[in-house]
DNA sequence: TGCGTCACG
DNA sequence: GACGTACGTGACGCAC
């Protein structure tokens, strides 16, 4: 049916809706897993009574529900200070929202929402069109900022006090007719939403003022006449904070909506999709209601028993819950024929969640080939499905051969994928990241997924390590099976499909019961540690986009890393024949311990110190010391000679050599592994090869960066940020002059110079700059004179000098440092803007452990900040790009790597560079620009 | 296996 | 006054 006269659109104010349901209900958590569910379940109630009610002749033909995309909106553009006071949502209801959206859907209401508008103005817009068209509206909202759309066959209807709101009562509560309430809201200005209005007026004044003038501009223009001076005076004074405020209140009622009318009209909802979100929120009463309103059988909630200890936040929580089954390897079954697996999976569905394990030959995800899974569906309900077991490799004869009563891979694959893609079943694993490459490379990809040390990380990082080992001894009291035990270990080691089924089953089963368990004591500990949206926003939404980037690999020219290899092994083997010739004969150059005998015992140099294990100290700031010192004659030339040959060693050992032996002969690419919960500070690690360390700061390091290349017709792409981490400080630690410099666009590290040593950022010496960058990499690091004097070679009490001038420009960054370091002490962890908890254990320890954890504690909050930033982009990433002929391949934490086609370059840079650029919102506005460099090419070289 | 060294941000 | 220090990683070779 078109809109037009006889049509009656109802709008839900969403967000108001989910405040009332919010404070009208205790703080309800779903039973299965704590989940906070309150908000969700008042807003489903009152959506459900909405739908139901008998609304007469009010009834509607169309109904959307409106909500707020974020707190950012064009108003803040206007006024920065814009709602600028509300207290910050509590992390029990922002959790909520995604649901209160999805449960919109699944009620079948269409769910409307626009960045950088408020749901208010996209009421309007559609208010302004319904009438147009000849239609009426009712708002469902109590919001007097509503009030303005009231008459001309617009109405209110206050659902909590179930009554309807209409010209007559929007006279009663603001003086005036809704069309002039705008003008009284000017004038008197709100405090809940921060705007000023006119000091001293109050909105029965601003109504009087109204009445007596017509509207607010006639008042403003005659504002003269008035008698009372006070009065008078406020309003020429403020004449322009009232105009903003009337800006700030008037509802933009012509906002460029992707909606029509006609889209809105009334739906049934699907039972299938509203019962199946009912059950899943485990909402019983409603449940029973809307099945038996829709005419169908109510589907049975799942009892779960869990029910976690009371958690205290992060920390350790103590083993096992007394009432949980003992790990017995003896109750785990293999499942050998399809009748079984089928009870399994009929379990699960019923359930809606499985926690998983898959057993392969290899820890390399695109190599390992599958051999079994198991699942779990309870504490010590666990059991073991073995796929491609082969015979022990005594009998030569079958030793290939599988071993019989094992189901078929692809038949057992094909059954469970309809679980696996399930988005109603949740699938748990720990580290699933692995499992999710291992069922991708046969078609699977897996949804929805939970990861129990990706829990354990956002909960507990920097307490623990997060290996299921690590977990299951701290948190469940018991130490798992260990993989040797069955692998064996030095060269003896087998393939796991060498492994006895019996003995399999134990180990595997245990696996997945072990992670089920961890995920029942976890889950619901989330959102008490106040991490949910951390873990919701840039925990799990990683898993597949790694996984993606890892399977998809970069291109490595073999021939180009094995003449780079010869070339180095040359000019090694010369630069040896020297060295050995000074040294007076042969020794491993190699050796750390025979080079400092020869230098410091042999060859006399004064100076060596000895470390921990008695061996001199070599490393490349020692060398550099002697070579630097033509007083040392020989010394010097054998210390700058090392120095070269240890270059060429590193990167000929550790990437010609090594990263010829990752390509994999299937890609013909190199794959490497992202460990999410690898650094405390939320960076991601890079391993098998580490393809974060690539050189490139050295000359020769750079040719290897050049046998990364793209494939044909397609060029690499780079975007990185620059210099987000003292972006991030100058926000964090609200230092004017930097955030200055940075909006400004001006070179950070001569500005700092221009401070710190009072010259001007015009024409400045080099080494002036150089020093003013070390400081500045010198704060991101908890700065020490030591460190700095090291790091420059200037005595200790010069360094100490810039630190003192340094902070005397920036008292703002003393007062952040000490303030951190502060918090630390008191909760035991430090915080990102985006909610990331760093846990600081070390931080009250005595001696020099204590100055470790204390620079630690400073630098965590802005390196984290900077992680959050780029996870959070790599998280929209691939929706952003799905349309180009373009992949992202590698994350060097402030760098994205991708690889495009030729004729789409430009527009990926466009497109990336907008994702990373607006990462931090909507959770955060920086003070800042957040700024991107972009550059591409044939190979990685060329492109950064 | 621990240590020293050095590649990256 | 002495302690010792820049933050975060991973991989390699040597020496035990």
Request: glycine share 8%.
């Amino acid at each position: 049916m078109t809109f037009g006269k006889g049509s009656h659109l109802h709008l839900i104010d969403g967000s108001s809706y989910i405040f009332r349901a919010y404070h009208a209900l205790p703080p309800l958590t779903r039973k299965s897993d704590g989940l906070p569910i309150g908000a969700v379940a008042g807003f489903c109630n009152m959506l459900w009574s909405e739908l139901q009610a008998d609304h007469g002749d009010d009834a509607p033909t169309h109904l959307a529900c409106v909500f707020d995309f974020s707190s950012q909106t064009f108003r803040n553009d206007l006024y920065a200070e814009y709602k600028a006071n509300r207290p910050e949502m509590p992390e029990d209801l922002r959790v909520q929202l995604p649901l209160v959206r999805e449960a919109t859907r699944a009620f079948n209401v269409p769910s409307l929402e626009l960045e950088n508008y408020e749901a208010d103005d996209i009421i309007a817009t559609l208010t302004r069109r319904a009438v147009k068209a000849g239609g009426r509206v009712t708002i469902i909202s109590s919001d007097k900022d509503l009030m303005q759309l009231v008459g001309n066959g617009v109405e209110m209807f206050d659902a909590m006090k179930n009554r309807r709101i209409g010209v007559e009562d929007v006279i009663k509560k603001f003086g005036v007719p809704p069309e002039k309430v705008v003008d009284v809201q000017a004038l008197a200005g709100d405090s809940v939403d921060n705007i000023p209005g006119a000091p001293g007026i109050g909105i029965k004044t601003a109504a009087l003022l109204i009445n007596e003038f017509g509207d607010l501009e006639s008042l403003l223009a005659r504002a003269a006449e008035i008698p009372q001076p006070k009065r008078r005076q406020t309003l020429i004074e403020h004449a322009d904070q009232i105009r903003l405020s009337r800006q700030l209140v008037l509802l933009d009622d012509s906002v460029d909506l992707p909606w029509t009318l006609d889209e809105l009209e009334l739906r049934r909802p699907d039972p299938d999709v509203l019962l199946d979100f009912l059950t899943r929120m485990e909402f019983r009463s409603l449940t029973r209601r809307v099945a038996q309103a829709l005419g169908v059988e109510a589907p049975v909630t799942p009892e779960t028993p869990s029910k976690a200890a009371p958690p205290e936040s992060g920390a350790p929580q103590p083993p096992a819950e007394p009432d949980q089954p003992k790990f017995d390897p003896g109750s785990y079954e293999c499942v050998r024929d399809m009748e079984r697996l089928q009870a399994w999976i009929d379990e699960i569905r019923d359930l809606g969640r499985v926690a998983i394990d898959t057993e392969t030959t290899s820890l390399d995800e695109m190599r390992a080939e599958l051999v079994g899974l198991s699942l779990c569906t309870a504490p010590g309900r666990a059991c073991y499905v073995p796929l491609s077991h082969r015979a022990g490799g005594d009998d030569l004869f079958s030793a290939d051969e599988p071993v019989a009563g094992q189901l078929d891979r692809d038949t057992v694959l094909q059954a469970l994928r309809p679980v696996l893609e399930d988005d109603a079943i949740l699938k748990i694993g720990q580290n699933v990241k692995y499992d999710w490459k291992i069922l991708a490379r046969h078609g699977i990809r897996m949804a929805p997924i939970d990861d129990t040390m990706l829990l354990s990380y956002a909960m507990h990082s920097g307490l623990h390590g997060h290996g299921m080992d690590t977990l299951s001894e701290r948190y469940l009291g018991h130490a798992p099976i260990k993989i040797k035990e069955l692998l064996g270990g030095g060269k003896s080691v087998i393939t796991f499909d060498r492994v006895p089924i019996d003995k399999a089953t134990r180990y595997a089963a245990e696996d997945a019961d072990i992670t089920w368990r961890l995920w029942q004591l976890f889950k619901p500990q989330l959102h008490v540690a106040r991490v949910t949206t951390v873990y919701e926003t840039m925990e799990r939404p990683l898993v597949p986009v790694l996984a993606e980037m890892e399977m998809t690999g970069i291109r490595v020219d073999a021939n180009a890393l094995s003449r780079l290899s010869n070339m180095f092994s040359q000019k090694m083997a010369a630069l040896e024949a020297e060295i050995h010739e000074i040294a007076g004969g042969p020794f491993n150059v190699g050796s750390p311990k025979q080079l400092g005998e020869i230098l410091f015992d042999r060859m006399g140099v004064e100076g060596g110190t000895r470390g921990k294990t008695g061996a001199y100290g070599t490393g490349a700031d020692v060398l550099e010391d002697i070579a630097a010192n033509p007083e040392l004659g020989p010394a010097a030339e054998l210390a700058a000679r090392v120095l070269d040959w240890r270059q060429l060693s590193k990167l000929k050992s550790t990437y010609t050599d090594a990263l010829q032996a990752h390509i994999d002969p299937d890609t013909g690419r190199v794959h490497t592994s992202y460990v999410i919960a690898g650094a405390n500070t939320g960076r991601l690690a890079s391993t098998d090869p580490n393809l974060q360390n690539i050189p490139v700061r050295s000359e020769e390091g750079r040719r290897i960066r050049e046998a990364f290349v793209a494939g044909p017709g397609m060029r690499l792409v780079s975007l990185d940020y620059s210099q987000i981490e003292l972006r991030v400080l100058a926000h964090v630690a609200d230092i004017p002059q930097l955030k200055q410099a940075f909006r400004d666009g001006i070179d950070i590290h001569a500005m700092t110079a221009s401070e710190v040593f009072g010259v001007p950022i015009e024409g400045m010496d080099p080494m002036i700059r150089r020093q003013a960058k070390a400081i500045n990499f010198g704060v991101i690091y908890g700065i020490s004179a030591f460190g700095l004097a090291r790091n420059l070679r200037i005595p200790r009490a010069e360094a100490q000098a810039f630190i003192d001038r340094y902070f005397e420009r920036f008292p703002g960054i003393r007062a952040y440092m000490d303030q951190t370091v502060e918090f630390a002490r008191k909760h035991g962890y430090v915080q990102t803007l985006f909610g990331r908890k760093i846990h600081t254990p070390e931080i009250n320890a005595k001696g020099p452990r204590a100055g470790f954890a204390q620079r630690a504690a400073i630098n965590a909050p802005i390196q984290g900040a900077a992680a959050d930033i780029i996870r959070r982009a790599m998280i929209r990433m691939p929706e952003a790009i799905a349309d180009l002929p373009a992949r992202m391949l590698l994350q060097v934490h402030d760098e994205l790597l991708f690889e495009v086609e030729e004729r789409a370059v430009d527009a990926l840079i466009e497109r990336a560079r907008k994702v990373m650029e607006n990462a931090p919102l909507p959770a955060v506005k920086l003070d800042v620009p957040l700024v991107v460099d972009a550059g591409q090419g044939a190979n990685w070289a060329e492109a950064h």
